[in-house]
């Protein structure tokens, strides 16, 4: 019986979704990403073990507070990550009539029937270019575009999400090239700016990780307003 590495649990979750979530954060991640705030998923140790039947149970105790628009969420880490346990728990969600999301970066191998079990995928576009997403992610980008590609085919809702760093992606220039990009998305329903943040400075110090970003101060939120109103003009 397969059993999923998972790092925790968020019960009541409101922006990882519609609605009010039940958030799965799943333990495991081949990316390296310079902003990461969960550098603790990155490895596969787990901190929780369990199958997907017993995950499904636990999330039905909270199905009361999902309403017409809650459900479950499926993030990391990259839950792409595990994709023979993270098609099991879907599964077992639909058969429980839950809304299903799932929250990656698109890095993965086995995805084509797990999009199958998703209704909404909430997709991180690191860097549109090549060299960027390199530099950021310390992956290629091909395994992002070819799960885009198989987004595009399968006509999955989507919800894209980009990271804004100081003086790195954050200029009206970069701003334009990503709206121009996104406009050849099918089935995009929301864009979403998120500001940088240093806040996991200490878990990265606790862990002995060294953190690229030392000397880039906090993204403007104000400033990420307004470009993220260019971007959805």
Known sequence: MIKGNIDSFETMGLVDGP??????????????????HNPETWLDTPKIQMTASDLVKKILKYKVYFGEDGGVTFSGGEPLHQPKFLLEALKACKKENLHTCLDTSGVG?????????????????KA???????NLTGQSIE???????????????????????????????????????ISNIKNVEKVELLPYHSMAKEKYKNLGIKYRLEEVEDMNKQKCKQLEKLLND
Do not use: H, T
């Open 19 to 36: 609605g009010v979530r039940f958030v799965v954060f799943m333990q495991g991640c081949p990316l390296r990403c310079a902003y990461c």
């Open 143 to 181: 395994k992002y575009q070819k799960f885009l590609k198989k987004c595009q085919e399968k006509e999955k809702k989507l919800w894209l999400r980009q990271v804004i760093v100081p003086n790195y992606n954050d200029s009206v220039e970069d701003i334009l090239k990503l709206k121009k990009y």
């Open 128 to 134: 549109i270019d090549a060299e960027k997403y390199k």
């Open 109 to 125: 191998e086995e995805y084509d029937e797990i999009l199958d079990y998703c209704d909404l995928v909430i997709l991180d576009v």
